[in-house]
């Protein structure tokens, strides 16, 4: 009877290390889910709730990505949205027009592109979810440098590289300017100098 009990008590035991093992799992795939979540931008239009993010998470520039939107009503998923609603993704006072393409699950679409330089991208939606006209912007997280994921040496910057490479034509086209006046300085110098030679020229004679 007491080995028994000791038997007993030991499948408790084991059920209880079970048990806790599968709470810790649960709670961590809850927090990584929570913080993917957290990364999305979340937006009401009128009975519609709005879930825009990225596909992969952080986006990278230079990484073939995705814009992932997810459209319900009442937690419900609203399926059929792609034929009736259109994104234009914004950056710099450029557009890049696409279509929503359905994703794994309904109520879910994607918009591919391939992000060339780092900083914020707006997503400008439009169209009409059922029977609601919409034109709203949203702001997904932040496109990030390649660098952040680079090792053991980082590449440079796209976007930096433009901004040196602008730089260096200002300073170039301000070496022109000043040398073109320079020029312009010394053909009037000369221009008098030979007037002068002239006049003494005529004087003598």
């Given amino acids: ?20 093992v599968f709470a810790l799992l649960s709670l961590l795939f809850t927090s990584v889910g929570l913080r993917s979540a957290l990364a999305h931008e979340r937006v009401e239009l009128g009975p519609y709730v709005v879930v825009v993010g990225w596909v992969k998470e952080p986006a990278i520039v230079g990484e073939r990505n995705a814009l992932f939107l997810q459209i319900t009503e009442n937690g419900e998923p609203v399926e059929g949205v792609a034929a009736t609603l ?9 557009t890049f027009r696409s279509n929503l393409v359905p994703y794994l699950s309904p109520g879910e679409y994607t918009i591919e592109i391939f992000p060339t330089v780092r900083g914020q991208y707006s997503v400008r939606l439009f169209g009409a979810i059922e029977d609601l006209e919409v034109d709203e912007l ?18 440079s910057d796209p976007l930096e590289l433009q901004q040196e490479r602008q730089q260096e034509m200002a300073e170039l086209q301000t070496q022109l300017k000043l040398t073109r006046i320079i020029a312009l300085v010394g053909i009037g110098i000369g221009t008098i100098g030979i007037a002068l030679a002239a006049i003494s020229l005529q004087q003598r004679s």
């Fill in 138 to 155: 949203v702001d997904p997280e932040e496109v990030f440098p390649a660098s952040r994921l680079q090792f053991p040496e980082t590449q």
């Fill in 1 to 20: 009877m007491i080995c028994f009990h000791r038997l007993i008590m030991k499948h408790m035991q084991q059920l209880s290390r079970l048990t806790t």
């Fill in 86 to 94: 259109d994104a234009q993704i914004q950056y710099g006072g450029r």
